[in-house]
């Protein structure tokens, strides 16, 4: 055979071992041409070797014009041949967010005029289980509970110094009123909270009794308890509101639309109500929850048995954060038990300032 011929030999042999993977590995075909053309019988001859070997190298070449942008693409593939090793190592984990409550403020703003014996009852007789589903629904994320109480007027049976509207309540006096001094609290401010036994802290707070005043203004208390002029050190509301806590403010009034220039009064002027409690969480009512028994549809034991739309107007202007309920309900049980999965999802949205 001439060095031609032999050439020609050696250029269709490395095709057809390129072209057919190796009995020995199926799958690397290029490695098995390789190892195929090398193990040619041209072995016998050292210079025809390495001509064959410059020849077999020249095929390979010509046959696959990407060879080199292949090879370099699949640096980091899977040398077994089962395709490409996306393999990134390691991702670092996603910063954790830090999103829901851990603190719950409750505020309970009482009317204590005459006709709310009844009501006040029924709110004692409904706390317990209202608490209890609260902290059973947060137990895993709420570990801090404030719970004051305020009436809808200037309490004169409360602390000296703090008898002005929007005082929170340490201690009752009066018809139908617990009567008692209720401090101290654990904390050792004005208010009850997780520290305390709450089973026997709120009745004695929230007893505020049937002896206030006829105008009752309910709503304009909450707005007065949650200004920072009464939060100050040495203030009647010292440490209550938090920053980093969401708000639950429940209304409890039978104030029904009639002369008295108070919160019912179609003359009193509302527009800044809403502003005014917002405000009291930096500006956002995503942080908050206004749960409002009043007179509202079942008005049968509401003086002069009719609707008041300055307190119905109150509550739904908080939207979904706000729950209506009739002060006339029989049982509040089912209201406070709606009230849990709204106060939940708030807490569970809320994003505490930094």
């Given at each position: 055979m001439?060095m031609?011929e032999?050439h020609?030999?050696?250029?269709g042999?490395?095709?057809?071992l390129?072209?057919?993977p190796?009995?020995?590995?199926?799958?690397?075909t290029?490695?098995?041409?390789?190892?195929s053309?090398?193990g040619?019988?041209?072995?016998t001859?050292?210079?025809?070797?390495?001509?064959a070997?410059a020849?077999t190298s020249?095929a390979?070449?010509?046959?696959?014009?990407?060879s080199?942008t292949?090879?370099?693409a699949?640096?980091?593939?899977?040398t077994?041949?089962?395709?490409?090793n996306?393999?990134?190592?390691?991702?670092?984990?996603?910063?954790?967010?830090?999103?829901?409550c851990?603190?719950?403020?409750?505020?309970?703003a009482?009317?204590?005029?005459?006709?709310?014996?009844?009501?006040q009852?029924?709110l004692?007789?409904?706390?317990?289980?209202f608490?209890?589903a609260?902290?059973?629904?947060?137990e895993?994320s709420?570990?801090?509970?404030?719970?004051?109480?305020?009436?809808?007027?200037?309490?004169?049976g409360?602390?000296?110094?703090?008898?002005?509207l929007?005082?929170?309540?340490s201690q009752?006096?009066?018809?139908n009123?617990?009567?008692t001094d209720?401090?101290?609290?654990?904390?050792?401010?004005?208010?009850?909270t997780?520290l305390?036994?709450l089973?026997v802290?709120?009745?004695?707070?929230?007893?505020?009794g049937t002896?206030?005043?006829?105008?009752?203004?309910?709503?304009?208390a909450t707005?007065?308890?949650?200004?920072?002029?009464k939060a100050v050190?040495g203030g009647?509301?010292?440490n209550f509101l938090?920053?980093?806590?969401?708000?639950?403010v429940?209304?409890?009034?039978d104030d029904?639309?009639?002369s008295?220039?108070d919160d019912?009064?179609?003359a009193?002027d509302?527009s800044?109500?809403?502003?005014?409690?917002?405000?009291?969480?930096n500006?956002?009512?995503?942080?908050?929850v206004?749960?409002?028994?009043v007179p509202?549809?079942n008005v049968?034991?509401?003086?002069?048995t009719i609707e008041?739309?300055?307190?119905?107007?109150?509550v739904?202007?908080?939207?979904?954060?706000g729950?209506?309920a009739?002060?006339?309900?029989p049982?509040?049980?089912p209201?406070?038990a709606?009230?849990v999965?709204?106060?939940?999802?708030?807490?569970?949205n809320?994003?505490?300032?930094?």
């Open positions: 001439g031609m032999r020609r030999w050696l250029w042999a490395s095709l057809l390129g072209a057919c190796s009995s020995d590995d199926s799958t690397d290029t490695s098995s041409a390789l190892s053309t090398t040619s019988p041209t072995d001859a050292g210079s025809t070797t390495d001509t070997s020849a020249a390979t070449t010509s046959t696959n014009p990407t080199d292949t090879a370099t699949t640096d980091g593939a899977d077994s041949g089962h395709g490409l996306f393999d990134l190592g390691s991702l670092p984990d996603s910063p954790e967010i830090d999103m829901g851990r603190k719950v403020d409750f505020l309970f009482i009317d204590n005029s005459g006709s709310m014996t009844a009501q009852i029924q004692l007789n409904s706390f317990d289980g608490i209890t609260i902290q059973a629904s947060l895993d709420v570990d801090s509970y404030h719970v004051g109480v305020v009436t809808s007027d200037n309490y004169s409360n602390a000296p110094g703090c008898n002005t929007g005082d929170l309540v009752t006096a009066g018809s009123s617990s009567n209720c401090t101290p609290f654990a904390q050792g401010d004005r208010f009850a997780e305390d036994d089973m802290k709120f009745p004695c707070i929230a007893q505020v002896t206030g005043s006829g105008t009752e203004q309910p709503v304009t707005i007065a308890a949650l200004d920072p002029a050190p009647c509301n010292e938090r920053d980093d806590a969401i708000l639950v429940v209304v409890l009034t029904p639309p009639a008295t220039l019912a009064n179609p009193t509302t800044g109500w809403y502003d005014a409690v917002v405000a009291a969480k500006g956002d009512p995503e942080a908050m206004v749960l409002g028994f509202w549809m049968g034991c509401v003086p002069l008041s739309p300055n307190l119905i107007g109150f739904e202007s908080f939207g979904d954060q729950v209506l009739s002060i006339c309900e049982d509040y049980g209201i406070f709606e009230a999965s709204t106060i939940v999802t708030t807490c569970e809320f994003d505490p300032p930094a």
